[in-house]
């Protein structure tokens, strides 16, 4: 098979399956040879693993998992690809190509499916963009059997997620992100990397999954509700924030952070996790 990452090898399925791009499924293809053997070294595909894509396009980044993991198993909503992908992967015996949405999958059935003769278990996928959050957190907080997650997301969003807690760039998914995992990125890829364009640049990132949280919140719901408080309403004071949505009273705010030593002017953003965590802590002992 000729490279999928060639324009002229690109355009000609496109053309022999009359298939034109879809914007509002996130559809930018990767043209860039170079990055999908870094993604999928870094992402975790070798002799022993089981990969889990999500949408696989034509098959550039499933192609180079393939040559190198045990297993693959790719969900792809767009049926157009379908045809395409049976073409394209015809020569790999490792591959499984499911048609779905990958929010409305059961993730844990299916790795529990395919996965089962493999060691070990890692997500490698160039995201559609209109669903980065939502499918990272799913992968995170279903707690999946999974030991890494490696992902293609805007710039913005690796920055993002990828900030130091404590800093003014991190915020509740950052957190998120850093309750069950360790992120990092591993390089940046310009908009010209892809087929159309998109109006902003890329960054590989990985994540890897924590065995256990680093810190104890005291109770999961309450921690996530505190995070999602406190960054609702950023720019307060913790003794403001954690007010809103009647999820704590002033008198209730103001001993927890005391109880937690934390100055009652400080904003959610300047905590870094050991102090997400007391905050968390103390706040469940005042509720409970
Ligand atoms: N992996 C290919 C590449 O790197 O060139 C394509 C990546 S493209 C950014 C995103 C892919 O995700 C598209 O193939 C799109 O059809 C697919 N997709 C969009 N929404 C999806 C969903 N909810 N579930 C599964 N696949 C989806």
């Known amino acids: 098979m000729a490279s999928l990452s060639d324009i002229g090898t690109i355009k000609d399925i496109m053309q022999r399956h009359g298939f034109a791009f879809s914007k509002g499924l996130g559809q930018n293809f990767l043209i860039n040879p170079?990055?999908?053997?870094?993604?999928a070294e870094m992402g975790g595909a070798n002799p022993d693993a089981g990969i889990l894509e999500i949408g696989p396009g034509i098959g550039v980044l499933t192609a180079e998992l393939a040559k190198r993991a045990k297993k693959v198993v790719a969900v792809e909503l767009d049926d157009r690809l379908l045809p395409v992908l049976d073409e394209t992967l015809a020569e790999y015996d490792n591959v499984t190509i499911i048609h779905g949405d990958v929010m409305k999958l059961d993730l844990r059935a299916l790795i529990a499916e395919h996965f089962a003769d493999c060691a070990e278990v890692a997500v490698c996928a160039n995201l559609p963009y209109y669903i980065t959050s939502p499918v990272i957190m799913a992968l995170l907080e279903g707690q999946l059997p999974v030991r890494s997650v490696t992902v293609m997301v805007q710039k913005e969003a690796a920055d993002r997620i990828c900030a130091p807690l404590g800093s003014r760039e991190s915020g509740a998914l950052t957190v998120a992100v850093n309750y069950y995992a360790r992120p990092e990125i591993l390089f940046k890829v310009s908009r010209g990397s892809f087929m159309p364009p998109p109006n902003v640049d890329s960054a590989v990132i990985r994540m890897v999954i924590r065995e256990r949280p680093e810190y104890d919140v005291g109770d999961e719901s309450v921690f996530f509700r505190a995070v999602k408080a406190g960054f609702s309403q950023r720019r307060k004071t913790l003794s403001n924030s954690l007010t809103s949505g009647g999820f704590l009273s002033r008198e209730?705010?103001?001993?927890?952070?005391?109880?937690?030593d934390i100055p009652p002017n400080t904003r959610i953003e300047a905590l870094d996790m050991a102090g997400l965590a007391a905050l968390s802590r103390s706040i469940f002992q005042i509720k409970s």
């Open 34 to 39: 170079s990055v999908c053997p870094r993604m």
């Open 252 to 260: 209730q705010a103001l001993a927890a952070l005391e109880q937690a």
